[in-house]
């Protein structure tokens, strides 16, 4: 079935610093949504994505939708000790209304 | 009820019992979703539907039935639990559109013993 690679698993970083993680597939989707997961939580929708080559920011948030729609990447700037979590992407299969996530990127700041 | 509320927040189940996992949002969502949330392999769709009265089989179906009876509930039933599916589900639903995203219940942690 499809898969998403997400990358890195998990990062260490220290607070003020930048991120970046990627999502790719050997599939092409329609929609990439980064999400974000606190412990205990359901995920939380961070940036949607709808059209190839799209880059959207939600303040310290940019990501983009890959020009080949089988990619996307995530970045936060100025890290915060609140940005602590598991930020995941999830890909939106074509002609349907099913999402596919990947792994995660388990992210800890070091203050 | 403000969003999506899933029921129970948590279960201890014995293995061989039954279990009926409640979903249920008020946001007159068309589409929804159940995912099982586990360690190092995120989120996989268990079962969908998009639209009252229709269903479908997602990554991992097996074990778990679904009924979608109207618009706001979307309960999933585990006919004979197994240790296996020991998990945290997370229910989501989604508006009709083109451009919409899922949006997500704060989960159910269940352990199958």
């Known amino acids: 079935g499809q898969q998403l690679n997400q990358s890195p698993q998990s990062m260490f970083i220290q607070e003020g610093e930048d991120v970046s993680m990627n999502c790719t597939s050997s599939?092409?989707?329609?929609?990439w949504l980064w999400y974000k997961q606190d412990p205990g939580e359901g995920p939380v929708l961070l940036i949607a994505l709808y059209k190839a080559g799209e880059l959207t920011s939600n303040g310290r948030l940019t990501a983009q939708f890959g020009i080949t729609r089988k990619d996307s990447f995530l970045n936060i700037s100025a890290s915060i000790p609140s940005d602590v979590g598991i930020y995941f992407c999830a890909g939106q299969l074509p002609g349907t209304y099913k999402y596919i996530f990947g792994t995660g990127t388990r992210l800890k700041v070091l203050a | 009820i403000a969003g999506i509320t899933q029921a129970p927040t948590s279960q201890i189940l014995a293995a061989g019992r039954r279990m009926t996992l409640r979903c249920t949002q008020d946001m007159r969502h068309n589409a929804m979703y159940w995912y099982r949330q586990d360690l190092g392999l995120g989120l996989r769709l268990i079962h969908y539907s998009n639209t009252a009265g229709t269903t479908g089989k997602g990554e991992v179906p097996d074990g778990y039935s679904v009924s979608r009876a109207n618009t706001d509930d979307f309960p999933l039933t585990l006919a004979s639990a197994v240790p296996s599916q020991t998990s945290v589900y997370f229910c989501a639903s989604r508006r009709e559109g083109r451009d919409t995203e899922a949006f997500f219940g704060q989960g159910t942690r269940l352990t199958v013993v």
């Open positions: 599939s092409i989707f329609n929609t």
